[in-house]
């Protein structure tokens, strides 16, 4: 899943300036129908949060908005507001190749706290911690709200929607207002003075090379100097990595992603784990707030280094199709349909579908020979998705392990993945991409709302102090319980 998210960053790098490409209205109609198509026949959960003819109505109403000619980001919003209704956070629509923004970029690196943007970093004489009230006239509050719908999400989970709001704001302005050169601010600073700044829009590229140094991502906390080396070490590194608090017999193992080859990834854990043991430690932290999935046998041999007994991670698994919908529009796929859908459900038939009712990783889920007895803590947050969600899960269903941080980003009862398709839209040229396979994850709690990510044990939420000191809450309140303070 994780070369999804590579895919989509490489997209949006490379975008500049231009105009956009305007459909007349049998044109949108088309690429609407192809859209509808690929659901209505792929989808393996498209009606799990809304009714087979509440959807109807709102295709059918959507498609009588096609009178006239339209942009390609109104038809973009278009579909957005269909899979908004569909909630699936692995349904994923691209803009096309027209929406072009990374000369124009909004230059300020803000963090979410509760419903309010604060500043995240140092910039333009604006303190870290003050409060936008409001950009180039429109109220923060408001601009929250229109920028919600262009983050897909499993069921009605809002953290992630934050998060990546967050990372994306200067894409997802542009997407919802248009390209602006400059940008005038309303804030609050911390002390309570209100002031007023007109700033000119940047280049994606120095965004992004400030982005590294947020506040939020803590250096400061761990006496960093460099916040570009502490985001290379902590935030962007994809390998499995192990530091010390030595006094407190804790080890602190960051896990930013499931995305690499399995034996790779299990021979890094197998180094780890050992050196714990070695070191004698007798607290772990696995810190999942980064990981947004990857392969789930990573996490599977992630959860057997800290598990007693035999576990389970997925129920079962559901396909609404055993063939691809719409073939004349894919760009790409990951595997081999025969193989992985025919082959593996076609003897399983149900009404509507095809299930399988076991999981085929089962067999894995073992304890490792190494693997640790100590207490075990899990630092998880909004940007926690996919495979780094069923990880986390797999904490909750263990009471011996405790969970810090906010819920998931990834479904507590399922999410969708694995199969995944990619779509051009013949005349937009907006991408889709759709996963195929639908897992039903194994729960031993219930009483979680439907529609939930996976809830922490102690829900920790960053406070606007502890943004501007740059403390990391969450593995400090763990750290404090470890000492016993």
């Known amino acids: ?24 209205s049998l ?32 295709f059918e109403n ?52 509760h419903t309010d943007f604060y500043t995240d970093t140092e910039d333009f004489g604006i303190p870290v911690g003050s409060k936008i009230n409001s950009i180039n006239g429109e109220k923060a509050s408001i601009i929250l709200e229109k920028l919600k719908k262009y983050v897909p999400v499993d069921g009605y989970s809002i953290t992630k929607k934050y998060r990546e ?51 939020s991502y803590f250096a400061k906390y761990h006496t960093k100097e460099s916040g570009f080396d502490f985001f290379n070490t902590f935030i962007s590194n994809k390998t499995p990595h192990v530091y010390y608090k030595e006094k407190l017999k804790t080890a602190i193992l960051i896990v930013n992603s499931f995305n690499s080859d399995t034996r790779i990834f299990e021979s890094h854990l197998t180094k780890i784990f050992k050196e714990i043991k070695q070191k004698k430690i007798k607290h772990l932290v696995i810190d999942v707030r980064h990981n947004d999935g990857g392969f789930r046998s990573n996490a599977v041999h992630l959860y057997s280094f800290i598990s007693n007994n035999l576990f ?41 579908g095809w299930k399988l009712p ?26 926690t998705f996919s495979t780094g969600s069923t990880f986390v899960l797999n904490a909750k269903n263990n009471p011996n392990i405790t969970i810090v941080g906010e819920e998931t980003g990834g479904g507590y009862y399922f999410f969708n993945g694995d199969f995944p398709v990619y779509y051009e839209f013949p005349n937009s040229k907006i991408i889709m991409s759709m996963y195929m396979e639908r897992f039903n994850n194994y729960v031993k709690d219930r009483t979680i709302p439907k529609g939930s990510g996976v809830p922490p044990d102690k829900h920790i939420i960053l406070s ?7 403390k990391d809450s969450e593995l400090d309140y763990i750290l404090r319980l470890i000492s016993g303070k």
Do not use: W
Not at 464 to 470: A, C, P, W
């Open 312 to 352: 389970k991670q997925v129920s079962s698994k559901y396909v609404a199709s055993l063939s691809i919908p719409e073939k004349k529009y894919v760009t790409r796929t990951f595997f081999n349909e025969k193989q992985f859908l025919k082959d593996k459900y076609n003897n399983h038939p149900i009404y509507d």
């Open 358 to 383: 076991f999981d085929d990783m089962e067999a894995i889920m073992v304890p490792d020979k190494d693997r640790f007895t100590g207490n075990v803590y899990v630092l998880a947050g909004g940007a």
């Open 464 to 470: 606007v102090q502890d943004l501007i000191s740059g």
């Open 27 to 58: 044109g949108a109609k088309e690429d609407f129908k192809i859209f509808e198509n690929i659901l209505k026949k792929g989808h393996p959960s498209l009606y799990e949060y809304v009714a087979n003819d509440s959807l109807d109505y709102v």
């Open 62 to 113: 959507t498609k009588k908005s096609f009178t006239k000619e339209l942009l390609d980001i109104a038809l973009y919003k278009k579909m957005l507001h269909i899979t908004d209704h569909i909630k699936d956070g692995h349904l994923q629509l691209f803009v096309p190749n027209t929406i072009k923004t990374d000369q124009y970029y909004f230059p300020l690196i803000l963090k979410l706290i």
């Open 1 to 24: 899943m994780q070369k999804i998210q590579y895919f989509v960053l490489f997209y949006i790098i490379s975008c500049t300036l231009s105009a956009q490409r305007k459909l007349d």
């Open 165 to 215: 709001i967050e990372l994306k704001l200067g894409l997802y302005l542009a997407y919802e207002y248009g390209i602006k050169k400059k940008y005038h601010i309303e804030y609050t600073e911390p002390d309570g003075v209100k002031k007023d700044l007109t700033l000119s829009a940047e280049s994606f590229t120095k965004v992004r090379r400030r982005n590294t140094k947020r506040n």
